[in-house]
């Protein structure tokens, strides 16, 4: 039979015919020929035969033509009856083709007659199933219900075949293409490539696990699909991929938890859920392979500890934890060496997550503050990290330390409470270790530097630096703090520090200790011991005394140590004498402003030191003027800060209280002992009450600088003068920054030493005064008119004077004019009654007031000495008349710049009585009020006095 005669013409007409039927028809006998031509193996006909199917009817542009070519197609296929790998190529490319025809009966139709060829073929069709995977997955999202339903059973016996025959199937080529098409967004199509991941995961044969690290990003998209059907198949292939992965754990961990990473960001709860919990399960499988990606699951898992979702955050803290219950790294395995760097980073940038804005940003305050709040929980489990990995590699946290210090300094401002103390803790574990705690406490200042540095010093520095003293002991951090500041080159950033280290320290409860310690640095010891029994044997018997005489040896040297660093403030350095009870080097440094320049920060200061004086902390010093005898310098001290103030509320407030002071009454009352029944109860009291334990002194940190072990600093061991004169140095270069000479200022304080000479000072063994040392810093170039050198006269026990119009301090001859006749008492009373105050009002530089003044002095020169000083003592009309004391040595005593003499130990006109009474007594005035303190020294005897003995002893 000829080839065109293989197919009749009736059959070629049917095969293009509009009926079905007919086209049916067509298609048997199609079969009916490739089935006689199959049996006698006629293989070239059979191919001539399709071919002329495709040629003339798959590709025409009738669509009944394209409809029978697709049935005829199949009919071959079926008379083939085991179509060979040959005839599937022929036969399935032009079905394939027609899955994009435009017609949706062809497509239609393409769906059916590629069944029918699968079904016949088997595992030879598996050869083209990438093909035939990508005209199923366009078709199944088909807008046809018919084609859909077409699709479906193709795809269910594609699975069918696959499952059967999985040697057949190539994964690897397959699976790339599966990932790409993972990619869309169509519900009928993920649910199309979720149905073949399930399938292909259950066929045993066929290890799809192996390929999930490039599947799992595509299922995680899918968790947030907004059908939820699809969200639940998502969800339940990967919970049996997690599954196969716990018996299995034969996958790349270090890759899926990238992309587990990824998606654990995502905006929808559920994926973000689901990924953390895939990452906790990681860690706690493969803690090994994920130490590579510890940074970055760190990183996510912080984060949402602090997301709104309570579900979120509960599996977040669940692989935290899973993270931190780590092993100990072993020094033999490398693979378990965590990147320490790399957390820490992760740690700093969550820590600075939330951080309120700084000044200077256009960003809202009120949304910086919410973002902080929310952000605390998180920025707590980022400092126990720290802590963590200090513990593990404190070595590899310590040389990172410049990544993590300014976050935990930025944490340490925060507005919750939990995240400071949490921070605080970290602070102080970071300065506890070895060589830390000076470099943690530099960074902690430079944090306070400029601009943005003194809005956060304003807004919770204080707070940061008392909790700060708390943690790390108080002694130690100002200690630390005071020795860095005192080489500070910038003088603004010094003061401004120190003064408000010195109000922490003036007011703070954290610093209480420190604050003891201070107050037994000058004061003397008391004469009686007191005794105190522990109320049990295991507590600590501590007496009264032995507490002083405690505080008594480390006072002294805790002073040294914060002056150098308190003379930045003249207001905070007077405080710092106030509290430690040395009021004669109070009112040294007050004198020191004779000569040197007197700025509106130093008048600043001092209002800040009179309103500071009304504070809980001094009073004891408010109650030590009730003992005008016993604290005469600490009198004297106070009305030489009142004379350094100008007529404004400080004034008044201090002039007020010094005004309230009954002094004439005091004064005899203060040598009087205490009722023997109150001494009676006090003792009895103290008897019964139990033992009072000193405050806790704080371990200083293994970084601080250690103690010294040369025994005990006394008070006498100081040198106060040259601790005088850094003072001066130190406002000399202040005074020269502010008026704009910042070159000369930058000198250091030994080339200011040098231009001052010999230091400036009334204390014991200094041959010069503050006249000299006004005259030789006015040579150095401050400005400063210089003045002339006094002569001192005397003997070598002689103490130098501040001399300027009789201002001096009396010696033992003028101790016992305190101790006047009554008459004398009653003359000074009725001057206060009639007179205006001492000091403070505007009267007291009128010219009626002085007028009175000098007819009071007068009267008072024909009546003898007061019996407590007055402006009488400074005034040379009273010199003048007869009354000065001659020493030993033949010098008179006076207010000049001869110095002061010794006197001979009794008075004119007084009993020998009195005299010794007055050798009890420290009081005396200056220009300036009748009840003006002034220090005398005690009566001694020239030949018997020690050496450098000047009468200036408390």
């Known amino acids: 039979m000829p080839d065109d005669e293989l197919l009749s013409a009736s059959v070629l007409r049917q095969i293009g015919h509009a009926q079905y039927d007919k086209r049916k028809i067509a298609a048997l006998e199609v079969e009916q020929t490739v089935k006689r031509l199959s049996k006698s193996h006629d293989d070239a006909r059979v191919q001539k035969v399709v071919d002329k199917l495709i040629a003339e009817y798959a590709f025409s542009p009738q669509a009944n033509h394209r409809k029978g070519a697709l049935l005829c197609l199949a009919a071959a296929t079926v008379g083939l009856g085991t179509p060979t790998e040959a005839h599937l190529r022929q036969i399935v490319p032009p079905v394939l083709a027609s899955f994009t025809d435009q017609d949706g009966r062809v497509r239609y139709y393409a769906c059916e007659a590629l069944y029918n060829i699968a079904k016949v073929a088997r595992e030879p069709f598996i050869i083209f199933f990438n093909e035939v995977f990508d005209a199923m997955f366009r078709l199944c999202a088909d807008a046809e219900a018919n084609v859909l339903n077409a699709v479906q059973f193709l795809d269910n016996l594609v699975k069918d075949i696959i499952a059967a025959s999985p040697a057949s199937f190539n994964m690897a080529g397959f699976v790339p293409k599966l990932r790409d098409y993972l990619r869309v967004a169509h ?14 995961d259950s066929v045993p044969d066929l290890d799809l696990l192996v390929y999930l690290p490039q599947l799992l990003d595509g299922l995680m998209a899918m968790l947030s699909d907004p059908n939820r059907e699809i969200r639940v198949a998502a969800h339940k292939a990967m919970m049996e991929f997690l599954i196969e992965i716990h018996a299995t754990q034969n996958v790349d961990f270090a890759s899926m938890a990238v992309s587990l990473v990824d998606k ?42 602090s997301h709104p979702s309570r579900e979120i955050v509960e599996v977040s803290r669940q692989a935290n934890d899973a993270l931190l219950n780590l092993a100990p790294a072993d020094p033999n395995q490398e693979s378990l060496q965590l990147d320490t760097g790399a ?64 976050a935990l300094l930025d944490a340490l401002l925060a507005h919750s409470e939990t995240v400071v103390e949490a921070a605080l803790g970290v602070f102080a574990a970071i300065a506890s270790c070895p060589g830390q705690f000076r470099p943690v406490l530099g960074e902690l200042l430079g944090r306070f530097r400029g601009d943005t540095g003194a809005l956060l010093l304003q807004r919770g520095g204080a707070l940061v630096i008392r909790r700060l003293c708390g943690f790390m002991g108080a002694e130690a951090v100002f200690t630390e703090l005071a020795g860095t500041l005192h080489e500070e080159p910038d003088l603004t950033f010094a003061a401004t520090m120190v003064q408000a280290l010195n109000l922490i320290l003036l007011t703070s409860p954290e610093v209480r200790g420190l604050r003891e310690k201070l107050r037994g640095a000058a004061a003397p010891l008391p004469a009686q011991p007191s005794t105190r029994v522990a109320a049990t044997p295991e507590a600590c018997v501590v007496s009264g005394r032995e507490l002083q005489q405690k505080q008594h040896q480390q006072g002294p040297a805790l002073f040294a140590a914060l002056y150098p660093c308190w003379a ?32 509106t920060e130093v008048l600043v200061q001092m209002d800040r030191l009179v309103q500071l004086l009304d504070t809980p902390t001094f009073t004891f010093l408010r109650l030590q003027l009730l003992q005008p005898r016993q604290h005469a310098a600490l009198l004297r001290a106070l009305y030489a800060l009142l004379q350094l103030l100008p007529q404004s509320n400080a004034f008044r407030l201090l002039s007020m209280r010094l005004q309230a002071m009954p002094w004439h009454a005091l004064m005899q009352m203060d040598g009087l002992e205490p009722f023997p029944p109150l001494a009676a109860a006090a003792d009895a009291h103290a008897a019964s009450a139990p033992c009072w334990e000193p405050p806790h002194k704080p371990t200083p940190p293994t970084g601080a600088a ?132 001492a000091f403070g009002g505007d009267s007291f530089s009128s010219e009626a007031f002085w007028a009175q003044q000098l007819q009071q002095q007068q009267q008072q020169q024909q009546q003898g000495p007061p019996a407590f000083g007055g402006d009488s003592f400074s005034s040379e009309a009273f010199w003048a008349s007869g009354h000065s004391t001659v020493t030993e040595a033949g010098a008179p005593l006076g207010g000049t710049s001869e110095g002061l003499a010794q006197g001979n130990g009794s008075s004119t006109g007084g009993t020998q009585e009195e005299g010794a009474h007055a050798e009890k007594t420290a009081g005396g005035a200056e220009a300036g009020g009748p009840e003006t303190g002034m220090r005398v020294a005690q009566t001694k005897d020239r030949d018997s006095a020690a050496p450098g003995d000047d009468g200036f002893a408390a």
């Open 187 to 200: 519900p009928n199509k993920r649910m199309f490539l979720v149905s073949w991941i399930t399938v292909l």
């Open 264 to 305: 654990a960001t995502s905006p929808d709860e559920f994926t973000r859920m689901t990924a953390i919990k895939w990452l906790k399960e990681f860690v706690e499988m493969a803690a090994v392979q994920l130490v590579g990606q510890y940074p970055a699951i760190l990183g996510v898992v912080l984060a949402n500890i």
């Open 343 to 406: 957390i820490l980073a992760t740690i700093s940038a969550e820590l600075l997550r939330g951080t309120l804005t700084p000044a200077g940003s256009d960003a809202d305050p009120q949304v910086a503050v919410a973002m902080a709040v929310q952000t605390e929980p998180s920025r707590l489990e980022a400092l126990r990290w720290v802590h963590f990995l200090l513990d593990r590699a404190q070595t590899k946290v310590l040389v990172q330390l410049p990544t993590i210090l300014p």
């Open 568 to 599: 930045h403030s003249s207001g905070a350095l007077l405080s710092l004498c106030l509290l430690a009870q040395a009021y004669d080097h109070a009112y040294e440094v007050i004198q020191c402003y004779r000569w040197l320049p007197m700025g």
């Open 706 to 837: 250690p103690e010294e072990q040369s025994g005990p600093v006394c008070w006498e061991d100081l040198d106060l003068p040259a601790m005088l004169r850094c003072f001066c140095a130190k406002q000399q270069r202040h005074y020269l920054v502010e008026v704009g000479l910042e070159e000369q200022a930058a000198l250091t304080e030994d080339s200011i030493h040098a231009a001052l000479g010999p230091f400036p000072s009334v204390y014991p063994g200094s041959s010069h005064t503050l006249e000299q040392a006004g005259a030789l810093t006015g040579d150095a170039g401050t400005g400063l008119p210089p003045a002339a050198a006094p002569t001192n006269r005397g003997s070598s026990t002689q103490a130098s004077t501040v001399s300027d119009g009789g201002e001096g301090v009396l010696d033992n001859a003028g101790r016992s004019w305190l101790s006047g006749t009554e008459q004398q008492l009653q003359q000074q009373q009725q001057q206060q009654q009639q007179g205006p105050p």
